[in-house]
Nanobody, 121 residues
Framework: QVQLVESGGGLVQPGGSLRLSCAAS????????MGWFRQAPGKERELVAT???????NYADSVKGRFTISRDNGKKTVFLQMNSLKAEDTAVYYC???????????????WGKGTLVTVSS
């Protein structure tokens, strides 16, 4: 019953910015961590950034200094602010969350359906 819905993708020029959002809904007891992955044509899905419930973050080397992940725990939402975008950032971006639906289980990963980011002139 858990659902993750991404928004904010689109077409931007190199050097531009976008902010992605992902809202979790459904039978959620607690979200332990949320993150963003991306998959470019012909490439495997790769981790972009993650953030824990406590606010600890990790970034792929390719996006450090350009992307910022943040979250609003109350709204069960994670954001990805993407600045100085490059053509190489073009991909479908997927939201991921590790979610407990009850207090007595360890939780599992859930995925959104993805939002397309295209960086092109």
């Amino acid at each position: 019953q858990v659902q993750l819905v991404e928004s904010g993708g689109g077409l931007v020029q190199p050097g531009g910015s976008l902010r992605l959002s992902c809202a979790a809904s459904g039978s959620i007891y607690r979200i332990n961590a949320m993150g963003w992955f991306r998959q470019a044509p012909g490439k495997e899905r790769e981790l972009v950034a993650t953030i824990t419930r406590g606010g600890s973050t990790n970034y792929a080397d390719s996006v450090k200094g350009r992307f910022t992940i943040s979250r609003d725990n109350g709204k069960k939402t994670v954001f990805l602010q993407m600045n100085s975008l490059k053509a190489e950032d073009t991909a479908v971006y997927y939201c991921n969350a590790h979610i407990m639906t009850t207090w007595f289980e360890t939780g599992m990963n859930y995925w959104g359906k993805g939002t397309l980011v295209t960086v092109s002139s």
